[in-house]
Nanobody, 119 residues
């Protein structure tokens, strides 16, 4: 049974930092591209960051809004993917989802974790 379980969402003030975690199970984690997406109220789900297959460092790419502020990383041994977010802004408020995409095109989603940036 595939599971992606996000954690770390919280209410924080603008300028603060937050780290999201995604624990994966039930599939060959090191063969899947992992990513973080987010969906704000009234908006479509959008890519935040994505990291490639195979290595702990991996190849990562980011949405323009995340560049320079967010860092995605993965630990293949622990089957987890992290999103370190800094200099948070109110427009970062959204539900953040963990995503896994296999080479065969199969895609899995977590249930999401709420991130709210407000003073």
């Amino acid at each position: 049974q595939v599971q992606l379980v996000e954690s770390g969402g919280a209410l924080v003030q603008p300028g603060e930092s937050l780290r999201l975690s995604c624990a994966a199970s039930g599939f060959a984690f090191n063969r899947y591209i992992m990513g973080w997406y987010r969906q704000a109220p009234g908006k479509e789900r959008e890519l935040v960051a994505r990291i490639g297959i195979g290595s702990v460092a991996g190849s990562a790419n980011y949405a323009d809004s995340a560049k320079g502020r967010f860092t995605i990383s993965r630990d293949n041994a622990a089957k987890s993917v992290l999103l370190q977010m800094s200099s948070l802004k109110s427009e970062d408020t959204a539900v953040y989802y963990c995503m896994a995409r296999g080479l065969g095109g199969d895609v899995y989603w977590g249930q999401g974790t709420q991130v709210t940036i407000s003073s």
